[in-house]
């Protein structure tokens, strides 16, 4: 039913910059809280950030609070994650998701999933 597609991952040094996209089809994009969650290799998929349907809440997870920004643009179906002052512990593979209307830092609650996009960075 909704399909993301996530673009703008790469490898890039500590300290520098990334910025992450998260197209969404689909008719219903602005009804859907909209989370970034990761993977480090060995490690389980985490809670990354989320915002909700309107914009107007974000939140995060304390190791990236201050250096990271979601944001969201409905006319576009498109959420968005600004990443500053990249460290070496940040390297994953970054996931877009969706969940029905639910604020909710439970991977287990969010419906759809992107196939990800790889974010390397180097010492």
């Known amino acids: 039913q909704v399909q993301l597609v996530e673009s703008g991952g790469g490898l890039v040094q500590a300290g520098g910059s990334l910025r992450l996209s998260c197209a969404a089809s689909g008719r219903t994009f602005s009804n859907y809280v909209m989370g970034w969650f990761r993977q480090a290799p060995g490690k389980e998929r985490e809670f990354v950030a989320h915002i909700s349907p309107n914009g107007g809440r974000t939140y995060y997870t304390d190791s990236v609070k201050g250096r990271f920004t979601i944001s969201r643009d409905n006319a576009k179906n498109t959420v968005y994650l600004q990443m500053n002052s990249l460290k070496p512990e940040d390297t994953a593979v970054y996931y877009c998701?969706?969940?029905?209307?639910?604020?909710?830092?439970?991977?287990?609650?969010?419906?759809?999933w992107g196939q990800g996009t790889q974010v390397t960075v180097s010492s």
């Open positions: 998701a969706a969940a029905d209307r639910v604020l909710t830092t439970d991977l287990r609650r969010y419906d759809y």
